[in-house]
C-alpha cells in the first residue's frame, strides 16, 4: 500500500510548492464515488489514512482506499493554477472618456455682456441687450406625474433699463458632472422693468432628479425718451415772432378823471 501511494503523494507535494506563492489556496481529496472534500491546507496520507484539516478548523481522516488520490492531486492541482492566475494583476479595461463641461463651456448666468473686439455697431438698438437679468431664487419638485422634475424660480433685472422679451434657459447636471438636459423655461412677464422680477417655470419629462442647475437669463433692453416739446417752456406755441404790443400812452395832466364804474 504505501508503494503503491509514493507516487501521488510526490504529486501532491509539487502542488503544495507550487501553491504557496498564493496567498489563499484550496486542496481537495475526491473520493472513489466522485465527491469533494475541501481541505484547510493540504492533506497528508498516513499509512492507510488520509489526514486533513476541514475548512472549519476540524482534524479529520478517511481510510485511504476511500479516496482516489490521483485525481485528488490533479483537481487541486488545479485549483492552486487558478489562485495563482487571479493574484497576477490585470490592466483595468480602457474606459471611455466621460463628457465633462468646464465653466468656460457653460454660458454665464448673470451679469452685463462685454462688447465684442470687433466692435458692433452702438447705434444697433434692435440687437440683444447686454444682460442685466439673474436668477435670485429657485426650488426643484417632481411633476404630477413623478417621472421627471420641474423647476420654479424669480428672475431680477438688476439693470437701468427695462428689458423685453426674456428668456432663461436652464441645464441641469448630473452627480458625475455631466449635462443631463437642457430646456427653456416659460417667463410669465413679456417685459421687467428696472429693479422688478418675473418668475419662471421649466419642467424634465423623464429626468427624476439632478444635482446642479445652471442658468442663463437674456433679454432686449431700451429706454423710453421723452417727447420734444413744441417751444420753450413758458412760451405759447406759436408765439414765436410776434411783434412785441405797444406800451400804453399816459392821458393829459388836464383829463377829467374817468367815470366811476
Same mark, same amino acid.
Given at each position: 500500500?504505501?508503494?503503491?501511494?509514493?507516487?501521488?503523494?510526490?504529486?501532491?507535494?509539487?502542488? /503544495?510548492?507550487?501553491?504557496?506563492?498564493?496567498?489563499?489556496?484550496?486542496? %481537495?481529496?475526491?473520493?472513489?464515488?466522485?465527491?469533494? &472534500?475541501?481541505?484547510?491546507?493540504? %492533506?497528508? =496520507?498516513?499509512?492507510?489514512? &488520509?489526514v486533513f484539516t476541514l475548512p472549519n478548523g476540524t482534524l479529520s481522516s478517511m481510510r485511504a482506499d476511500?479516496?482516489?488520490?490521483?485525481?485528488? /492531486?490533479?483537481? $487541486?492541482?488545479?485549483? @492552486?493554477?487558478?489562485?495563482?492566475?487571479?493574484?497576477?494583476?490585470?490592466? #483595468?479595461?480602457?474606459?471611455?472618456?466621460?463628457?465633462?463641461? +468646464?465653466?468656460?463651456?457653460?454660458?454665464?448666468?448673470?451679469?452685463?455682456?462685454?462688447?465684442?473686439?470687433?466692435?458692433?455697431? @452702438?447705434?444697433?438698438?434692435?440687437?440683444?441687450?447686454?444682460? +442685466?437679468? #439673474?436668477? $435670485?431664487? %429657485?426650488?426643484? $419638485?417632481?411633476?404630477?406625474?413623478? #417621472?421627471? =422634475?420641474?423647476?420654479?424660480?424669480?428672475?431680477?433685472?438688476?439693470?437701468?433699463?427695462?428689458?423685453?422679451?426674456?428668456?432663461?434657459?436652464?441645464?441641469?447636471?448630473?452627480?458625475?458632472?455631466?449635462?443631463?438636459?437642457?430646456?427653456?423655461? /416659460? =417667463?410669465?412677464?413679456?417685459?421687467?422693468? @428696472?429693479?422688478? +422680477?418675473?418668475?419662471?417655470?421649466?419642467?424634465?419629462?423623464?429626468?427624476?432628479?439632478?444635482?446642479?442647475?445652471k442658468f442663463d437669463a437674456q433679454g432686449r433692453g431700451f429706454k423710453v425718451n421723452p417727447e420734444a416739446?413744441?417751444? #420753450?417752456?413758458?412760451?405759447?406755441?406759436?408765439?414765436?415772432?410776434?411783434?412785441?404790443?405797444?406800451?400804453?400812452?399816459?392821458?393829459?395832466?388836464?383829463?377829467?378823471?374817468?367815470?366811476? @364804474?
Amino acid at each position: 500500500m504505501v508503494n503503491r501511494l509514493r507516487f501521488p503523494l510526490l504529486a501532491v507535494a509539487a502542488v /503544495a510548492l507550487a501553491a504557496t506563492a498564493g496567498a489563499a489556496r484550496a486542496d %481537495w481529496l475526491v473520493t472513489r464515488d466522485g465527491g469533494r &472534500i475541501e481541505t484547510k491546507g493540504p %492533506w497528508k =496520507v498516513d499509512g492507510r489514512r &488520509i489526514v486533513f484539516t476541514l475548512p472549519n478548523g476540524t482534524l479529520s481522516s478517511m481510510r485511504a482506499d476511500e479516496i482516489d488520490l490521483d485525481q485528488s /492531486a490533479a483537481v $487541486t492541482a488545479k485549483a @492552486a493554477e487558478a489562485v495563482q492566475e487571479a493574484s497576477v494583476a490585470r490592466p #483595468e479595461p480602457k474606459k471611455e472618456p466621460v463628457l465633462r463641461l +468646464t465653466e468656460k463651456d457653460i454660458p454665464p448666468v448673470s451679469g452685463a455682456d462685454e462688447e465684442e473686439a470687433s466692435g458692433e455697431a @452702438a447705434s444697433d438698438k434692435g440687437a440683444a441687450a447686454a444682460s +442685466t437679468l #439673474e436668477v $435670485t431664487t %429657485w426650488e426643484k $419638485t417632481p411633476t404630477s406625474d413623478g #417621472e421627471g =422634475v420641474e423647476i420654479f424660480g424669480t428672475v431680477r433685472n438688476n439693470g437701468t433699463t427695462n428689458i423685453t422679451s426674456p428668456s432663461v434657459m436652464v441645464m441641469i447636471y448630473g452627480a458625475d458632472g455631466g449635462l443631463l438636459a437642457t430646456n427653456e423655461a /416659460a =417667463v410669465n412677464a413679456g417685459m421687467i422693468p @428696472a429693479g422688478k +422680477t418675473a418668475n419662471f417655470r421649466v419642467a424634465f419629462p423623464g429626468v427624476p432628479d439632478f444635482t446642479a442647475a445652471k442658468f442663463d437669463a437674456q433679454g432686449r433692453g431700451f429706454k423710453v425718451n421723452p417727447e420734444a416739446t413744441g417751444g #420753450e417752456a413758458g412760451e405759447a406755441p406759436g408765439s414765436e415772432g410776434a411783434a412785441p404790443a405797444p406800451p400804453a400812452e399816459a392821458p393829459p395832466a388836464d383829463a377829467p378823471p374817468p367815470p366811476a @364804474a
